[in-house]
């Protein structure tokens, strides 16, 4: 399952989990409201983890990047050099996108 999904089952989970946490109090179960709390940090969670591994995919596309940037310098191939600077600018994004 790709990390979007995740992100977005996480956030589903959370949503249901904050709903029945609210149910549960407007009835004064307590039951209820911590089997929400529980839902709702487990949602939460699972968005976390989905971004922590955004951010690793981010790193490595950020220093393969630059390794090939460097690697089209000493070479002296502009192209090489480009997509480098491209792809290291990709992994920042995704570092950036998925604090």
Do not use: C, P, S, W
């Not at 955004?54 to 630059?66: D, I, M, N, S, T």
């Amino acid at each position: 399952m790709d990390n979007k999904t995740e992100r977005v089952k996480g956030k589903a989970e959370e949503l249901k989990g904050t709903l029945k946490e609210g149910v549960g109090d407007l009835i004064d179960n307590e039951h209820m409201q911590a089997e929400g709390h529980a839902e709702k940090v487990t949602g939460q969670a699972r968005q976390d983890v989905a971004k922590a591994e955004e951010r690793v995919k981010g790193v490595g596309e950020e220093l393969v990047g630059k390794a090939k940037g460097v690697v089209g310098g000493l070479i002296g191939n502009e192209q090489m050099q480009a997509e480098g600077k491209g792809k290291e600018l990709k992994g920042k994004g995704r570092q950036k996108a998925n604090r």
